[in-house]
């Protein structure tokens, strides 16, 4: 299925780490919302997301180095029809806090694609 999706990324420690272009960025922890898209199909960008979560492929994108951190784990994908700016909006106009620029270097809507919620996020497809 082509579409956008919403990770949500549960981080279990405060830590800090360098996540490619931005530099080093510091993480809460809580939980994180990540608005993303796949033309090629969701069910391969997410498996994509697994292995780089366990290790196993090489970090790229910015949510990559979230996710090979061993403080962060995923615990859902919500599927969704709209575009990831508009689910990224959706993310910001439910009370989380956007990572400036986080996942959104090529995007001229969003002020990131990556946002943080102290508890457990409100649901979002
Ligand atoms: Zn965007």
Same mark, same amino acid.
């Given at each position: ?5 919403? %990770? ?7 830590? *800090?780490?360098?996540?490619?272009? &931005? ?45 090979? *951190? ?7 994908? *919500? ?11 959706? %993310? &910001? ?5 956007? %990572? ?10 969003? &002020?990131?694609? &990556?946002?943080?919620? +102290?508890?457990? +996020?409100?649901?979002?497809?």
């Amino acid at each position: 299925m082509k579409g956008s999706y919403v %990770l949500v990324v549960k981080v279990s420690q405060n830590f *800090s780490r360098r996540v490619g272009s &931005l530099g080093r960025v510091s993480f809460r922890k809580g939980y994180y919302c990540y608005a993303g898209s796949a033309k090629r199909g969701i069910e391969t960008r997410v498996a994509r997301h697994r292995r780089v979560a366990r290790g196993e492929a090489k970090l790229h994108w910015h949510i990559d180095y979230l996710l090979a *951190s061993k403080a962060a784990k995923i615990i859902k994908v *919500s599927k969704s029809k709209k575009g990831e700016c508009t689910l990224s909006q959706m %993310l &910001l106009g439910k009370g989380g806090l956007p %990572l400036r620029d986080f996942g959104s270097s090529d995007c001229s809507r969003c &002020l990131s694609h &990556l946002y943080f919620y +102290p508890s457990y +996020p409100p649901a979002i497809q």
